[in-house]
């Protein structure tokens, strides 16, 4: 069965500190996307990389989140350092990237900084 | 940025049809129309998607309007697990994971 994989599913952490979430693509997908959710702005997309190349990285705070794809079954975001205002549920989508094809989502990682 | 209208909320009973209507009037000539769900904060769910024929497949059916400017996602048969927040949205070509996510429409299904 497929699926995308996203580690960890929670992580608390302090204010301050720096956090690394990791997502598995579904093997062949060459397009992974990071979103983040929150009850206030639901799903906002962040960053995607097509072939592991970053295509678009205009939804993401540059002074402390940065996001890449070491190879081709991991991506990674790191947030440093990290504030209270980064608390919410961080998706990794990935797709096979063709032109109609669909993106499938990860369980999410919960991330609260206190 | 995907523009689209759904109704807040709606409720079916278990056994019966859900139709979940969305207006997409922005949808440009190229997009996709989207069907995602999601269930208590899990990941969000592929429904299914079509450009401007309707589509059916084992989870549910897409009916798009002529002018493909609004669209119905059918469930035939609800079951008290398809109870869950449907998101309607559109994108284009191999932006299709570049999704804009609204409010989505809760449905709510009885027994």
């Known amino acids: 069965d497929a699926r995308v994989t996203q580690t960890p599913r929670d992580k608390v952490t302090e204010m301050g500190q720096e956090v690394t979430m990791r997502c598995q693509p579904i093997?062949?997908?060459?397009?992974v996307f990071w979103y983040r959710q929150t009850m206030m702005q639901g799903l906002e997309l962040l960053a995607y990389?097509?072939?592991?190349?970053?295509?678009?990285d205009s939804g993401m705070p540059k002074d402390r989140f940065s996001a890449e794809m070491p190879d081709a079954t991991l991506a990674t975001l790191k947030i440093q350092p990290s504030e209270p205002r980064d608390s919410a549920v961080y998706f990794c989508a990935s797709g096979s990237g063709g032109a109609g094809t669909e993106a499938f989502f990860g369980q999410g990682t919960r991330l609260t900084v206190v | 940025d995907a523009k689209t209208t759904q109704p807040p909320s709606m409720d079916c009973a278990e056994g019966r049809a859900a139709n979940l209507p969305c207006n997409h009037s922005?949808?440009?000539?190229?997009?996709?129309v989207y069907w995602y769900r999601q269930i208590h904060s899990q990941g969000p769910q592929y429904i299914i998607h079509?450009?401007?024929n309707n589509e059916t497949n084992e989870m549910a059916s897409l009916i798009i309007t002529e002018d493909r400017k609004s669209s119905t996602l059918i469930l035939p048969h609800a079951t008290l697990r398809d109870t869950a927040v449907y998101y309607c949205t559109h994108a284009g070509g191999t932006s299709y994971g570049k999704l804009t996510f609204g409010q989505g429409t809760i449905l709510t299904v009885h027994p």
């Open positions: 079509g450009l401007k």
């Open positions: 922005t949808i440009s000539g190229n997009e996709y």
């Open positions: 093997l062949g997908h060459n397009t």
């Open positions: 990389f097509r072939n592991r190349a970053p295509l678009d």
